[in-house]
């Protein structure tokens, strides 16, 4: 066939590979995640997560005023209490950071912001679990009245979508059955469905104080070495009603997102973890590599890999180059 079939002929302009392009990365596809810390009175920078703040509540008008500017849809909203207990009942609390984050949100940019609220008790706990503990092990069911709990405060204070994040079993159940009894059927769902027990979450718990106090997450987070595993979840919280389906990291399982979108036909999100932001502002800051090539591929593979929704510290970053690339 050589010299006739030449692949490189379409590769020869960035307008020609803009026209054949397979995948396209918008702002449209990005969340952005935000700290909101109720001990605190003006931002906080995050040591472990260059470029990244924990907020007071006050801050979140002019956030909200950014990402709609930039065009960033939504938020997900992760709550630092002033105080925790061993059951994290102060998630619930119709006061709560979280609850009047949402508020503040959606005065400042009503339904031009989607807000999402990350729902999970291991911010709102002392031992920082993301459950109840009872003799130094996580219990499933007494967890998920409590999550039902805090899922619905946050749809009372206006949340668009909870996102149970705990990997408790028939937590997606429980909370589509307390919203839909509470009178909010229309507040969807978007399940942490595959989330793996994972070294790269380790500057998110510095950044939300939610490390574990003993022990690890690999009792109820999934196990790394399985990937059929993650669709037997998937399947799981779609048959309790979950909206959306998320698989946590991202890059370490480009793998798992794609099977997931195979077989699913619903919206897949994934969450470019803390670990992976990290690990890229600190090349960068080495002189190692370009982060605005970098970010923009590695946000690109996850979009080709088959995620609808990517969940990313890199949001106000990237939606400023992918403006300049316009």
């Not at 105080?83 to 959606?106: F, M, N, P």
């Not at 500057?203 to 037997?232: C, H």
């Not at 990290?278 to 593979?301: F, H, N, P, Q, W």
Request: with cysteine; aromatic share 6%; proline share 4%.
């Amino acid at each position: 066939m050589f010299p006739r079939v030449r692949l490189r002929r379409l590769r020869r302009t960035e307008r020609l590979r803009e026209m054949v392009a397979e995948t396209s990365l918008s702002v449209s596809d990005l969340i952005y995640p935000v700290f909101v810390d109720e001990g605190i009175e003006r931002r906080v920078p995050i040591r472990s997560m260059p470029g990244q703040s924990r907020l007071p509540v006050s801050e979140l008008r002019s956030l909200a005023e950014e990402l709609v500017s930039l065009g960033i849809p939504a938020v997900i909203l992760f709550g630092i209490p002033a105080k925790k207990d061993a059951e994290g009942r102060e998630s619930a609390r119709g006061d709560g950071v979280v609850q009047r984050a949402v508020r503040e949100l959606k005065r400042s940019a009503g339904d031009e912001l989607v807000v999402i609220t990350d729902v999970c008790l291991c911010e709102y706990t002392t031992h920082g679990h993301c459950g109840v503990v009872e003799g130094g092990e996580v219990l499933n069911d007494p967890t998920l009245e409590i999550l039902a709990r805090q899922a619905v405060s946050h749809a009372e204070a206006g949340a668009d979508v909870v996102a149970p994040s705990d990997m408790m079993d028939g937590r997606v159940g429980a909370i589509r059955q307390a919203l839909d009894d509470a009178g909010f059927e229309r507040v969807a769902i978007m399940s942490y469905s595959a989330k793996y027990a994972s070294s790269f979450y380790s500057p998110f718990r510095d950044a939300a104080k939610s490390a574990p106090a003993f022990g690890d997450r690999r009792s109820y987070q999934m196990d790394f070495r399985n990937a059929r595993e993650a669709l037997r979840e998937v399947e799981q919280d779609v048959a309790e009603g979950a909206d959306i389906v998320m698989v946590k990291p991202a890059l370490a399982y480009l793998d798992v997102i794609a099977r997931v979108r195979e077989r699913f036909s619903l919206p897949v999100a994934a969450y470019n973890v803390s670990g992976e932001y990290a690990m890229v502002k600190a090349a960068s800051a080495a002189g190692y590599i370009d982060e605005r090539s970098m970010v923009l591929e590695v946000l690109t593979a996850i979009k080709r890999a088959g995620a609808d929704l990517i969940l990313t510290y890199h949001a106000l970053d990237a939606a400023r180059w992918l403006e300049e690339v316009r």
